[in-house]
């Protein structure tokens, strides 16, 4: 009986935000056909109204699908903005969250033992730092599973092997593989958005974009550091998850006594750091990479 009135008490007092949100809801959508009808193209005045979706958005929603359909919209005039903000859209919403914490289990197996130069724990101490690091659901990954093609008796194939079956031994099923490890409450509520219960499925496309960045990352594939460096420049997701890399390796507190010969590597470090940075920041400014 208290359960009955508690939740009548509730309801009634989420009815006003409830209302609001429906109001914005409608609003925004008869907004969004405006745009449409009229060809509007300033991104930044129709995001003015259309951001306002994201304050009460939910996975599988109506709200989500008319975001949706304003990324269909801006993909009639602008493909690359529109596949970006998809992107967004579907990290925000949890879709990818599975993706990531899998490459982290897949991390945490094959790493386990090892040690940085501190005698920390290897993916506690880097791995898990690195991938924190990601600015979306790939970076994370990458970040993840950066130098276990490097570091382990395993190649990048193989890697991306045993990825897509930890992603099925989760998804498929999630009470007894998933709930059961009390996972969020151990690291991911520091990587990622809580779950949907929805998981993406990784294109090819996407396949292709994480085993190319993993070889470009191993530098056993490069004739010298000069050359694997330069490599990791050409390709934006490797260069993005290298800075990260390079971030936490510059960070010498993890070590109790640096020796000359740990303060020379960081200082090697730094200048990677510099030269990949500059290149970073050229691309974002579309300047060309002087490779």
């Known amino acids: 009986m208290e359960d009955s009135i508690l939740s009548k008490e509730l309801i009634e007092a989420f009815r006003p935000i409830m209302e609001m949100n429906n109001a914005r809801f409608r609003q925004v959508k008869t907004m969004l056909a405006g745009f449409i009808a009229t060809q509007e193209k ?14 009460f958005m ?22 690359k903005e529109a596949k970006e903000r998809i992107n967004y859209l579907d990290n925000s919403m949890g879709y990818m969250t599975k993706i990531v914490y899998a490459a982290g ?21 880097h791995l898990l730092k690195v991938a924190t690091r990601g600015f979306d659901w790939k970076e994370k990954v990458v970040g993840f599973l950066h130098d ?22 989760i998804t498929d099923d999630p009470k007894e593989n998933w709930y059961d490890e009390e996972w969020w409450e151990e690291w991911m509520e520091d990587i990622d958005v809580y779950p949907c219960t929805v998981t993406h499925s990784i294109t090819d496309d996407e396949r292709n974009d994480l085993i190319t960045a993993l070889s470009l990352l191993n530098h056993h594939t490069a004739s010298s550091r000069e050359e694997y460096i330069k490599r990791i420049a050409g390709n934006r997701l490797a260069l993005r998850v290298k800075l990260n890399d390079l971030e936490n390796n510059m960070d010498i ?38 490779i």
Do not use: W
Request: with cysteine; net charge negative; charged share 35%.
């Open 42 to 55: 300033d991104l930044n005045y129709m995001d003015e109204y259309m951001d306002t979706l994201f304050d």
């Open 58 to 79: 939910d996975p599988q929603s109506d709200t989500e699908m008319l975001m949706r359909q304003y990324c269909d919209y801006i993909a009639t005039f602008d493909t």
């Open 105 to 125: 289990l897949v991390a945490q197996k094959l790493h386990m033992g090892q040690t940085d130069k501190g005698g920390h724990d290897y993916f506690e101490s």
């Open 148 to 169: 276990a093609a490097e570091d382990c008796d395993i190649t990048v194939a193989e890697v991306i092997e045993q990825l897509d079956t930890e992603i099925s031994r």
């Open 253 to 290: 507190s993890s070590i109790p006594d640096p020796t000359e010969k740990d303060l020379a590597r960081i200082e090697r470090y730094k200048k990677e750091y510099e030269y990949l940075m500059k290149v970073f920041r050229d691309s974002i400014n579309n300047k060309p990479n002087l």
